[in-house]
């Protein structure tokens, strides 16, 4: 996969797209993803995730394959917790915690992707605070989310914010006819 495909998912996001490629030379230790379903998040993470993998690794093969395996979903340095019901809860949490003492397998860094935060429970956000305001240095933590809610606002106080914006009717159907 070329360096220009990876971000070929994310459609219509060019605003957040340049901030974050902007950011993987020097990245932060958490993001705030805030934006309806089907804009663009999760794919822009896992675009964000290959290129934090790569961005060390002088190989073309090596870097494609760090590449594929974030877009996949499936690298080993990534992390990805999402709700098996309706909230975010406690062991959520803990399993954050625990992925966060792990040493990455084959990167520098481990990505740490917590999808649909907005539905974590006020304890859950008290949980992960400590972990998320000083994580390891080996550690990114993107955070997922429709909206960002009150009960949530030291965490977000924590994370570097990038909006993706609910597309346009025609940016969709330009997109699907693509």
């Known amino acids: 996969m070329k360096k220009r495909d990876l971000w070929d998912d994310v459609i219509g996001q060019s605003t957040a797209v340049d901030l974050l490629r902007a950011s993987v030379s020097s990245p932060v230790h958490a993001y705030m993803f805030v934006g309806p379903e089907g804009s663009g998040r999760?794919?822009?993470?896992?675009?964000f995730a290959g290129e934090v993998f790569a961005r060390e690794v002088v190989e073309e093969d090596e870097i494609s394959r760090h590449y594929r395996l974030a877009i996949?979903?499936?690298?080993?340095?990534l992390?990805?917790?999402?709700p098996e019901g309706r909230n975010l809860l406690i062991a959520d949490a803990d399993r954050v915690i625990l992925e966060t003492s792990r040493s990455p397998v084959e990167a520098t860094k481990k990505v740490i992707i917590v999808d649909r935060f907005d539905t974590a429970e006020p304890e859950v956000?008290?949980?992960?605070?400590?972990?998320i305001e000083e994580p390891?240095?080996?550690v990114i933590f993107?955070?997922?989310?429709?909206?960002v809610l009150e009960i949530?606002?030291?965490?977000?106080?924590?994370?570097f914010r990038v909006d993706f914006p609910a597309l346009?009717?025609?940016t969709m159907l330009f997109s699907f006819c693509a």
């Open 142 to 147: 993107i955070l997922l989310t429709e909206k």
């Open 168 to 170: 346009s009717d025609e």
């Open 42 to 47: 999760l794919e822009a993470a896992l675009a």
């Open 79 to 82: 992390i990805f917790v999402e």
């Open 152 to 159: 949530h606002a030291t965490i977000v106080s924590r994370c």
């Open 125 to 131: 956000s008290a949980s992960l605070l400590k972990t």
């Open 136 to 138: 390891p240095m080996k």
């Open 72 to 77: 996949a979903g499936t690298h080993p340095d």
